[in-house]
């Protein structure tokens, strides 16, 4: 269980929408690029999203034009919202944080990330 709170994983019809949580401490979420990575069964960990401190914004190309990740400086807390969910989208979704960043010329640097949420499980269905 790392210092990064995950929730709202659950299981979803294709189409339906779903959006992810992770609360953190103050002293990351202020200085913190932070993101989300996940891992479907049987394939490597990826990149989904990506937000630096200046609000600039990172995508998967696989997810981009249905999730948008934010934040809300007053909760401490990142968002990831999952709209028209496909069963490729089935995955533990991670949440992570770094001050210097992790995605670079549009390639994700896993190793980068320094601070990981404990996984939360999405599942979607045809």
């Known amino acids: 269980q790392g210092p990064l709170v995950e929730s709202g994983g659950g299981s979803v019809q294709a189409g339906g929408s779903l959006r992810l949580s992770c609360v953190a401490p103050?002293?990351?979420?202020?200085?913190?690029?932070m993101g989300w990575f996940r891992q479907a069964p049987r394939k490597a960990r990826e990149g989904v999203a990506a937000i630096d401190p200046d609000g600039s914004t990172t995508y998967a190309d696989s997810v981009k034009g249905r999730f948008t990740i934010s934040k809300d400086n007053a909760k401490n807390t990142l968002y990831l919202q999952m709209n028209d969910l496909k069963p490729e989208d089935t995955a533990i979704y991670y949440c992570?944080?770094?001050?210097?960043?992790?995605?670079?010329?549009?390639?994700?640097?896993?190793?980068?990330?320094?601070?990981w949420g404990q996984g939360t499980q999405v599942t979607v269905s045809s």
């Open positions: 992570a944080a770094d001050p210097n960043g992790f995605t670079y010329g549009g390639k994700w640097y896993e190793g980068y990330v320094d601070t």
């Open positions: 103050e002293s990351i979420y202020d200085t913190a690029y």
